[in-house]
């Protein structure tokens, strides 16, 4: 026979638990993310392959290191073997490889590429406000063009040297006068499109010029959709500026991994998109063209962000061909796997609100259930996305530990929070887990789910204030931060508040809105991943200035 317990204030009748209703919404979790990853993982289609053997690139950037390898560490010394194999690797794509510097091993890259055969090289010299290494260099790179003149086609005397202010333009137009004389190749420099118009006087001291079009990087960035159509717009406009020669795309393309700007997206689709229609357009105009670059080159990441290191055609670790001729090309390949694993998920939160309901024999509400059921689809659907991201995004142990912390808040949070919305419970302050235990009933889920909160709450204010004084290169926590803040918001709402308003979350609930609040500003509208992370932002100030110190009683 039924009968009535008063738990948390409410009526629960103490009944044989129902399955009719949970099994109803876990279905619909189901379908749910179902239809999620079915759209997230649509792959497109192209008129051209990105990258085709049977229609070789041009010619594509190409620096060797892998790993922790890194041109930043002076005592790097890239083997021969190393890059043998990459050369050997690259020459079934292009026939053409330009490097930036003769440090680190990389004079040995001429010699190599005629080993292998096939492959002309771009010299580059790297230039800085050393002025006895850029002699050092200048020196390297005339004996390398006398030894190899078959190979290195020309050389590129700088990269980026004005735009990074380390040499005045003088000085640069008397280190390219003073090379032409000693070689027999064409002698460029190489530097983003607007410094070549800031500087035209370095137009008469070269034999062609090298433009940089990076339509992400831009000041004002550009959508992939439209990055060809900038390319061309950028190289016509040089043309009229400087008749009479050349104009060598030195650096184009578009990173495959990273955060957005303004409505800049990096992704394998858009990478995928530009890549070809950049080509498509080179080959149809008839110009030449070099994209950047051949391998992912994680020590980028370090200088430029999780962007930075994600530009290449190949994959870093495995050397893969990231758009292999005649496959699908999807923002997430595994997308089954990332599916699987979010379905598991919401099984599991269900079944959490299902085992702790055997222990306490009452009826929930259907809200309690509806929160269950958003709680898991939302932590399902995104569990996968939040995957990827912890996967590309995470750069040394610091990063690995931030992401993979939130990542496992956004997987504890709908499994403790179901617990807490089926049994009628509220959630916790950070007083009930870290203040005085004099006055208060204390359980092992307000530990776990009061833990949970706060480890949320303090990466989601770091996240928030970098946002604020440092942005350029942080990567926007979306889709862990919504799998951890939306069900700590359902069960903000599962009882009426009370007591005095706790200092922390008022505090902790002022600097997620007022960052929000300048993040929309400084972001733009365009970048929706800026506008969900504020979003969530917001939905988290909004819980913790709802808590209330007197809430959470056991």
């Not at 040394?396 to 929070?417: D, E, N, Q, R, V």
Request: hydrophobic share 45%.
């Amino acid at each position: 026979m039924a009968r009535e317990q008063v738990i948390d204030g409410a009526s629960r009748r103490t009944e044989p638990i129902s399955l009719r209703t949970p099994l109803a919404l876990l279905l619909v979790s189901l379908g749910a993310i179902a239809a999620v990853w079915w759209w997230l993982a649509t792959p497109i289609t192209l008129a051209r392959a990105p990258i085709d053997p049977a229609d070789k690139v041009q010619c594509v950037s190409y620096a060797p290191f892998r790993g922790e390898q890194s041109p930043l560490d002076a005592w790097t010394h890239i083997e021969a073997d190393q890059i043998e194999q990459d050369l050997r690797q690259l020459k079934e794509i292009t026939d053409c490889v330009r490097t930036y510097s003769m440090e680190n091993g990389l004079d040995q890259v001429p010699a190599i590429a005629a080993k292998v055969g096939g492959l002309k090289v771009l010299q580059g010299i790297w230039l800085s406000s050393n002025r006895t290494k850029n002699f050092e260099q200048v020196a390297l790179a005339v004996r390398l063009t006398k030894e190899f003149p078959d190979i290195i086609t020309a050389l590129v005397v700088g990269n980026e040297v004005l735009l990074r202010g380390e040499m005045t333009t003088a000085d640069l137009v008397s280190i390219i006068r003073s090379v032409k004389p000693q070689v027999r190749v064409p002698i460029t420099y190489a530097d983003v499109w607007e410094y070549w118009l800031k500087n035209r006087e370095v137009y008469d001291a070269v034999d062609f010029v090298t433009i940089h079009i990076l339509p992400y990087w831009e000041d004002f960035p550009v959508k992939a959709k439209f990055a060809s159509a900038h390319v061309e717009t950028i190289r016509e406009r040089m043309a009229v500026a400087f008749p009479g020669k050349e104009i060598l795309i030195g650096e184009t393309g578009w990173p495959s991994e990273g955060r957005m700007r303004d409505g800049a997206l990096p992704s394998r689709t858009n990478q995928a998109r530009v890549v070809s229609e950049i080509l498509s357009l080179a080959k149809a105009q008839k110009f030449r063209v070099n994209l950047i670059e051949s391998y992912d080159q994680p020590w980028k990441r370090k200088l430029e962000g999780t962007v930075g290191g994600y530009w290449g055609l190949f994959d870093s670790v495995r050397r893969s061909l990231k758009y292999p001729p005649g496959e699908p090309i999807s923002n997430f390949p595994y997308w089954k796997w990332y599916m699987g694993a979010g379905m598991g998920l919401s099984v599991l939160v269900f079944a959490v609100a299902l085992m702790t309901l055997r222990r306490r024999p009452w009826t929930p509400r259907f809200s309690a259930w509806l929160g269950v059921a958003i709680s898991a689809t939302t932590a399902g659907s995104l569990l996968g996305v939040g995957a990827d991201k912890v996967f590309y995004e995470s750069y040394g142990i610091g990063g690995w530990l931030l992401w993979g912390t939130l990542l496992a808040a956004g997987i504890l949070s709908p499994i403790f929070c179901a617990q807490a919305l089926v049994i009628g419970r509220s959630l916790p302050t950070f007083l009930d887990l870290l203040g005085p235990s004099e006055g208060r009933k204390w359980s092992k889920l307000t530990a776990v789910l009061g833990l949970t909160l706060a480890v949320a709450a303090v990466i989601a204010a770091q996240t928030a204030l970098g946002f604020v004084f440092d942005p350029r290169y942080k990567d926007f926590p979306y889709a862990s931060l919504t799998m951890a803040v939306v069900p700590f918001a359902i069960l903000m709402l599962n009882r009426p508040q009370i007591g005095v308003r706790p200092i922390a979350e008022s505090v902790f609930a002022g600097v997620l809105a007022l960052s929000a609040a300048y993040v929309l500003f400084n972001e733009g509208r365009d970048n929706w991943q800026s506008l969900w992370t504020c979003a969530m932002y917001l939905l988290f100030a909004l819980t913790l200035w709802r808590a209330r110190a007197e809430q959470s009683q056991e």
